[in-house]
């Protein structure tokens, strides 16, 4: 049982992960907590603190291994296992999503795609086939299933979503612009690209206001 | 001049305009801070707090009207003018994102696309036009550009994001992999998604590791 780590904390950590990639592929081996904190834009000490909530990684008067450190977030990240992940909602974002080859690189695999359209059945998209709604029972038995990308419209959303926890899948990336209501156990990450929109039009109004 | 608001503020806002256009849709006329924190699972405490940094809103004994609250969150969210916005990366996502019709029923118009890619040019997404990159700084010429749209592969990002700011384009919103450097007068919004996926992927796997 790992100590509860906040989930602000969690947030930075795949911007190291993103950091320390590059340094890698710049063929850094080794950095120091100030040297990265001056890259990333956020005090050593956040970085130290941040770090150690997993158990430190840095030796004083080294620093950090570059490679063992990107190893180690990514560890941490689950990036050393495979998820599977259908996409429920295969419309332009679902699709636009399943053409992301970047994401397979970090053993995150898209095996389906799911739609109600009758007009979608037996397409597919990047080689991966979309299926319909009903044939989804039939899937998760014979496949495992991580991850359900939900990318279907509000209206839609959660009653897919519902459909999701009953077959057994318990993580939703929701991408529908509504706050899902499921139990404690399944695990939801929201991107509402809204909520993002809007708060770059509030900065935008308020830098204009300031002028 | 307004007072500076803090960004963990500013990204709950898009959250109490999509509750309060729910209660509104059901007819809802006032609404308490405390039945409010019910709907959203956030302190009433809290509620007050937040919208006491725009001046309050609400009344003792009275609560909240729904409408008002609704259209003055709507005019602090700057959703009560015209945002002009063009997409950089004609590719998937950029498409996905110009399929979008409920942007505009917010005010953000999408009046072109943008693409190096050859085999773009002259095609339409929803009627509007993919036009090719070296045509950008006529368009801009010509036309209010409010926010640009980055949705290129990593590699190309930073120099195409360097080349709308010297058209004079100050808002961007980032969905390439990696954080721009660009001047302090240009507002940027990220969504990185990759990030996302490693956040819920984290969270998968503490749980699995809690069972």
Redesign the interface.
């Known amino acids: ?2 100590k509860e780590i906040s ?1 602000a904390v ?2 930075r ?3 190291y ?2 950091y320390l990639g590059e340094l890698l592929d710049a063929g850094v081996e080794r950095i120091s907590s100030n040297e990265l904190s001056v890259r990333m ?1 956020v005090t050593a000490s956040q970085i130290r603190q941040d770090l150690n909530n997993f158990g430190g990684f840095g030796q004083q008067g080294y620093g950090y291994n570059v490679q063992y450190l990107y190893e180690e977030i990514g560890k ?4 050393d ?1 495979q ?1 599977n992940i259908i996409v429920v909602g295969a ?3 679902g ?3 399943a ?2 080859v ?2 397979e690189k ?1 053993g ?1 695999m898209i095996t389906g795609l799911f739609d109600v359209n009758p007009a979608l059945a037996g397409l597919s998209v990047r080689g991966i086939e979309i299926h319909m709604m009903d044939e989804l029972p039939e899937f998760v038995k014979h496949q495992r299933v ?2 359900a990308v939900l990318t279907l419209p509000k209206e839609k959303a959660e009653q897919a979503a519902e459909q999701l926890v009953k077959l057994g899948i ?2 939703i ?1 929701n991408f529908a ?3 899902l209501e499921l139990p404690d ?1 399944v ?1 939801v ?1 929201n ?17 204009q ?2 002028e």
């Open positions: 049982m790992q989930q969690i947030r950590m795949p911007r992960y993103r834009k941490i990240l689950g990036l296992r998820h419309g332009n974002m699709q636009a999503l053409n992301y970047k994401f970090r995150f991580d991850i318990r993580a990336w612009h509504l706050d156990d695990v990450e991107v509402h690209l809204s909520d993002s929109l809007m708060q770059l039009s509030y900065n935008i109004v308020r830098r206001d300031n």
